[in-house]
């Protein structure tokens, strides 16, 4: 499945990305095995998607939940949920 997977704030800043397209394997479906998929190339990939951090996500531009399916050739924004004071 081909995914546009997007970076917001402090993500693309730890990335050094602020977008790609990645290509996940057969058994990556929600946006939870996304994560853990992207986890998985280590480092501060792990550091920062390995479970230890909260995350909003966005598929299509619609606020998802992590257990909602990945669909063919769309497009995924993560980014830390943001708080005001």
Known sequence: MHLKVLYFAQLREKFALAEEAVQVPEGVRTIADLMQHLAKRGGVWQETLGGQYAFRVAMNQE???QQAALLEG??????RPVTGG
């Open 63 to 65: 606020m998802v939940s």
């Open 74 to 79: 769309a497009e995924v924004a993560i980014f």
